[in-house]
């Protein structure tokens, strides 16, 4: 079955500066990659996601690459804010059955 | 106000006792899922349901059992078979039977067994 993984799981950045998170997968049949983020008590938000057909996708600050001969996909945020801080999950699904998520990576914002 | 209600949001329960968590969406959603959330474990899939009537088991499903009688309500009873049932448990939802839509959220359930 797939297998996500995810680094690193923990990663701080002084404010105004880029994050990147990285996620590999194992099911060379994934054609779905979305982006959660979910901040301390709250539930889990989708912030963006990618499909198997596309190699990048932004949205404002945030953008998401994908390459799919090496089976990994990226999380970039730019100029980050005190509001990004919070745990990332990146996951993957193949559309047939179920969507298998990474052990996460929380992120902190450093004034 | 469309979305995903869980409750209760904190529950506590002896060990050795059944307890079932509700989860009901009004998104009119077809594929519903429960994960469990540990401490640097991620979101792990316990069950999940396509459609109404039919479910099934995700990753880590000894212990739990779930319910489709309703396409708005997938509740999960965390049986006594359950080695290590205190978590927080998420529920889910997205539109359309294949997994490759987005997640709707609901708060989550806090269950504390002792």
């Known amino acids: 079955g797939e297998n996500v993984e995810q680094h690193p799981s923990t990663l701080s950045v002084q404010e105004g500066d880029s994050a990147v998170i990285k996620c590999t997968y194992s099911d060379s049949a994934s054609n779905y990659f979305p982006w959660y983020k979910q901040e301390l008590g709250k539930r889990p938000q989708l912030i963006i996601d990618i499909r198997s057909n596309v190699g990048e996708k932004k949205d404002q600050r945030i953008a998401v690459t994908l390459n799919k001969t090496a089976k990994h996909f990226s999380l970039h945020i730019t100029e980050t804010q005190p509001e990004d801080s919070a745990v990332y999950f990146c996951a993957a699904s193949n559309g047939d059955d179920k969507i298998i998520f990474g052990k996460g990576t929380r992120l902190h914002i450093l004034p | 106000d469309g979305g995903i209600t869980q409750s209760p949001k904190y529950l506590f329960r002896k060990e050795g006792q059944n307890v079932t968590l509700s989860c009901e969406q009004n998104?009119?959603?077809?594929?519903m899922y429960w994960y469990r959330q540990d401490p640097g474990q991620g979101l792990r899939l316990i069950y999940y349901s396509q459609i109404v009537n039919d479910f099934q088991k995700g990753d880590i499903a000894e212990g739990y059992s779930v319910s489709r009688e309703k396409k708005e309500s997938f509740p999960l009873t965390v049986t006594s078979a359950q080695k290590n049932p205190t978590a927080f448990y998420l529920c889910?939802?997205?539109?359309?039977?294949?997994?490759?839509?987005?997640?709707?959220f609901g708060n989550g359930t806090r269950l504390t067994v002792t």
């Open positions: 889910a939802s997205s539109i359309g039977s294949r997994s490759n839509s987005p997640l709707h």
């Open positions: 998104l009119n959603h077809d594929a």
